[in-house]
């Protein structure tokens, strides 16, 4: 198991932005599929968006043209930075990284929470 980190969450209001970070504590280019996931009350865990090793990217459609998912290879760090907000957006988001060799692993979650 590989220990993710989430960071980033907060409260903003109605057309706000957030970035969040996930931090791996080692090479992200060992990991085929990293991911955001987001979790509202009562509702299941739903997909927000993935990017491959090789960058491809797959957004979610009610956060398209909104939200962008990216790697920073360098820091280690996976990034959901977030745009035009809305409440409907607020839930505890979390990190995923999926391998052959280590597995599908999560984070602990971060929340965000859109409200004026």
């Known amino acids: 198991q590989v220990q993710l980190v989430e960071s980033g969450g907060g409260l903003v209001q109605p057309g706000g932005s957030l970035r969040l970070s996930c931090a791996v504590p080692?090479?992200?280019?060992?990991?085929?599929?990293m991911g955001w996931y987001r979790q509202a009350p009562g509702k299941q865990r739903e997909l927000v968006a993935t990017?491959?090793?090789?960058?491809?990217?797959n957004l979610a459609e009610p956060v398209k043209g909104r939200f962008a998912i990216s790697r920073d290879n360098a820091q280690n760090t996976l990034i959901l930075q977030m745009n035009s907000l809305k409440p409907e957006d607020t839930a505890v988001y979390y990190c995923?990284?999926?391998?052959?060799?280590?597995?599908?692993?999560w984070g602990q979650g971060t929340q965000v929470t859109v409200s004026s």
């Open positions: 995923n990284a999926y391998s052959v060799r280590w597995g599908n692993n």
């Open positions: 990017i491959t090793s090789g960058g491809y990217t």
């Open positions: 080692r090479s992200i280019s060992s990991f085929s599929s």
